[in-house]
Each structure stands twice: as C-alpha cells, then as structure tokens.
C-alpha cells in the first residue's frame, strides 16, 4: 500500500491553456474521488468513480473540467481553456466498498497556479 | 449530510491531551462522523470515524455522545507534528452521494 499519487504535484500555466492532472488510487481501491480546495478553505467535491463509471459531478464541474478513468485505475482531471479562478488545489482521494463506511483517502494533491 | 459546528481555533501545550469538540445535532441514525486533518499544503489525512459507540486507533479515540449530537476527537499527547486544521465531517451511510462535505474545520496549535 503506497497510498494515492498525483502528479504533477505543482502546476503553472497561462490562462487560456489546457493542463491534465494524473491521480492514481490505492490498489484495488475501486472508488476515485476529485476535490477542488481554494486558499483557506476546506476541501470542495468535485466528481466520483466507481470503477471506470463516472456516478456524480458537482455544479463545480463546469463544461471546462473533465474527468476519465478508463480502465478503473489511474484518472486523469482536465481542465481547458483555464482560468485565475481556477487556481486551486486539485485533491485525489481513492476508497474501497467495505460496507457502510468506506474511507476516503487523499493523495498529496496537485497545486494550480493560473498566470 | 448533517452540518457541523467547530471551534475556529484552538491551543494545546506540547505533550497534553488535545480535545477538539464538534457539534453535530441534526445527525441522523445512519450517519458517521468521520475526522480528518490538514497539515499545511499536504492533503487531509483520515484520523478515525465512528457510528455510535467510541472508537479508538493508534492516532486518537473519538467520543460520541449518547444522544450523537455532539463529538470529541482525542489526541492523548499532542506534538508539534498534530498542528493541522482537523475537521468533522458527517456523512450518511451507503447512499448514492459519497462526497465527503467539508466545513472550516478546526485550527489546532500545538504549543513547545
């Protein structure tokens, strides 16, 4: 258990540009997490996966994000066309079905900085 | 999911138990509450959770209260290393929406 990787783990772009962000899981975790969190704030829900169905995405998730997991492993978080307030942390958490309570856990995240 | 009230901040010397309350009255009977940290620029760390009775890891113990309206996290001895912000969070059980809902948390600075 290595626990969730996200590369890269800082991120500096002009606006208008296109970044992809990498979180691969716990092995044998089956459930995949994307949060946003903003300076001084808590951690915001973005999107969920189950295996490789994407099940629900936030209002946060504007027609400019996206996110895949193909195989049911690794996911990848796009972002086109970026923006200043898209500067955030970009957090991974990865979770295995175990009853009632499956835990969620984070990765290291990924800092965006928007020039 | 139920809303969470927490101190904004809090101080515990070096080595005393640190005891982070969380009030949580609107929780239902299939809610957990779960815990998690923050230590600056790294992401949250799960710290324990529970249902109805307390629960105790090698990180902390977490007391719930009888009626579940309220919580304590317990780290027993507090280091330099437990400065975090720590947050409650509740969450419903096994329903279709699995986001966990972060409040502002607690700010806890551990005094040398």
């Known amino acids: 258990d290595t626990g969730v990787s996200q590369n890269p783990r800082h991120k500096i772009t002009k606006r208008g540009q296109n970044v992809t962000f990498r979180c691969d899981p716990i092995s044998e975790h089956n459930r995949l997490y994307w949060y946003r969190q903003t300076l001084g704030q808590g951690p915001e829900f973005l999107t969920y996966f189950q295996n490789e169905a994407q099940l629900e995405k936030s209002r946060l998730l504007s027609d400019r994000f996206s996110a895949e997991r193909p195989k049911g492993s690794f996911s990848t978080l796009e972002i086109q066309r970026t923006e200043q307030g898209d500067s955030a942390m970009y957090l991974c958490?990865?979770?295995?079905?175990?009853?009632?309570?499956?835990?969620?856990?984070f990765g290291p995240g990924t800092r965006l900085t928007v020039l | 999911d139920a809303k969470t009230t927490q101190p904004t901040s809090m101080d515990c010397a070096e080595g005393r138990a640190a005891n982070l309350p969380c009030n949580h009255s609107t929780i239902s009977g299939n809610e957990y509450v779960y815990w998690y940290r923050q230590i600056h620029s790294q992401g949250p760390q799960y710290i324990i959770h529970g249902l109805k009775n307390n629960e105790t890891n090698e990180m902390a113990s977490l007391i719930i209260t009888e009626d579940r309206k309220s919580s304590t996290l317990i780290l027993p001895h507090a280091t330099l290393r437990d400065t975090a912000v720590y947050y409650c969070?509740?969450?419903?059980?096994?329903?279709?929406?699995?986001?966990?809902?972060f409040g502002s948390g607690t700010r806890l600075q551990v005094q040398p």
């Open positions: 969070i509740v969450r419903v059980a096994d329903t279709g929406r699995r986001a966990l809902t």
């Open positions: 958490a990865s979770s295995r079905t175990s009853g009632d309570s499956d835990t969620q856990y």
